[in-house]
């Protein structure tokens, strides 16, 4: 019972940290101050302290895309083993509620954005339904490989510290999958290459044109949602990149945030030492993270 609460208060306390630590990356190798850790917090209690502007042409579907988001999200991270401990929910076959969970925050964020009736909004959500055809594959293809190697359908089994230490012997699985895994997570996250979360220019943003019409509490929502997801689709790369555990639980709980944090560093080298990638060029590289797990799970099979 211990682990399921210290489970549910990582999952809803430190999200919020990696979008902090990227932008202080980015800060430090850009030779910036940069804002403080913490910012994003203090965002989140000015934003969540705030009213809310709604249009006239909007109706509840507006206003439920943001809490559905966040409640598939939040739903996902409780399956989401954290470092060698089980997660709080856990059935045969969470993998694939795992995934359609992503999927309906995805939809009830497009929904919201369609809803307004704003052209840019609807251009956003198209580019959002295009690029998921091809990151939800890759997804696929990683679960399927863990599911070979683990003998379960179930997140917290495949990738119990016994069966993810099975891919150290596949050592080029291992590779393969963290790398189409990381490219997931970027394009997932809407991070450079991908789509520029800081930018303002509408004929070039994914996830950030489907929220300009949200404001005060509801844009709080999206911005914490979005954290909360950069941190379980983490944990998922984590166990694959850093296959490790302690025998102390303190000392495994302690890894696991460390991991997290060490992730959202080399998201903040990777942002700063790309550009932004022409949308063309996008469904390109999500092909390639595509063709890497795929081939991971064909190793797993010979």
């Known amino acids: 019972m211990a682990d399921y609460v210290l489970h549910i208060l990582i999952l809803l306390l430190l999200p919020p940290l990696l ?36 249009s006239t042409a909007t109706t509840w579907v ?127 996250n809407c991070r450079i290459p991908f789509d520029d979360p800081t930018t303002h220019l509408e004929l070039t943003m994914i996830h950030e044109v489907m929220v300009l019409d949200h404001s005060g509490p509801l844009f709080g929502t999206v911005l914490y949602g979005a954290a909360v997801k950069l941190f379980v689709l983490g944990a998922l790369v984590t166990h694959i990149a850093f296959p490790f555990s302690s025998a102390s639980e303190i ?13 959202a560093v080399v998201i903040g080298l990777t942002e700063s030492l790309m550009a932004r990638l022409r949308l063309t060029r996008v469904p390109h590289l999500l092909m390639v993270a595509c063709i890497l797990t795929a081939f991971a799970l064909l190793l797993v099979l010979r």
């Not at 988001?69 to 409780?78: D, E, F, M, Q, S």
Request: charged share 10%; aromatic share 10%.
């Open 19 to 54: 979008p902090g630590v990227i932008a202080r990356t980015k800060a430090i190798c850009s030779g910036r101050t940069g804002a403080p850790l913490l910012q994003n917090y203090y965002d989140l209690a000015r934003l969540w302290s705030k009213g809310t502007v709604f």
């Open 62 to 188: 507006f206003r439920a895309g943001p809490l559905v988001g966040l409640a598939a999200i939040l739903t996902a991270g409780l399956m989401m083993p954290f470092g060698s401990h089980q997660a709080p929910i856990v059935f045969s076959g969470d993998m694939l509620l795992f995934v359609y969970l992503f999927g309906l925050a995805r939809f009830f964020t497009m929904a919201a954005a369609l809803d307004t009736g704003s052209s840019f909004e609807g251009m956003g959500a198209a580019r959002e339904a295009s690029f998921a055809c091809l990151a939800e594959p890759a997804l696929l293809f990683t679960l399927l490989t863990l599911t070979k190697l683990s003998g379960t359908y179930s997140l917290s089994g495949m990738l119990a510290h016994k069966s993810v230490m099975n891919l150290l012997h596949e050592g080029a699985a291992l590779l393969l999958l963290a790398g189409g895994l990381y490219v997931v997570i970027l394009a997932e």
């Open 251 to 263: 000392l495994d709980w302690g890894v696991f945030i460390l991991s997290q944090l060490l992730l």
